[in-house]
């Protein structure tokens, strides 16, 4: 009865084991940086806005002036 419950014990650690190690390799979580250089943007580019958006924006942030 101990060996039984020992066994099932050690199925239920090993199989919760697997599950998290699983978790880390999401399609999502691959080729991601795992090494950050500090004071560096090391994300996408983003596109180039637009006249008409810089100019909406130069708008908004001159109404905020006091």
Same mark, same amino acid.
């Given at each position: 009865? /101990? ?13 919760? /084991? /697997? ?10 979580? $691959?080729?991601? !940086?795992?090494? &950050?250089?500090?004071?560096? &943007?090391?994300?996408?580019?983003? !596109? !180039?806005?637009? #006249? $008409?958006? /810089? #100019? ?11």
């Amino acid at each position: 009865m /101990v060996r039984s419950r020992a066994r099932s014990l050690l199925g239920l650690t090993t199989a919760i /084991v /697997v599950m998290l190690a699983v978790q880390g390799c999401r399609e999502d979580e $691959q080729g991601r !940086p795992l090494l &950050y250089q500090k004071g560096t &943007y090391q994300g996408q580019t983003e !596109p !180039p806005l637009s #006249e $008409q958006k /810089v #100019e909406q924006l130069r708008s908004r942030a001159d109404n905020q002036k006091f």
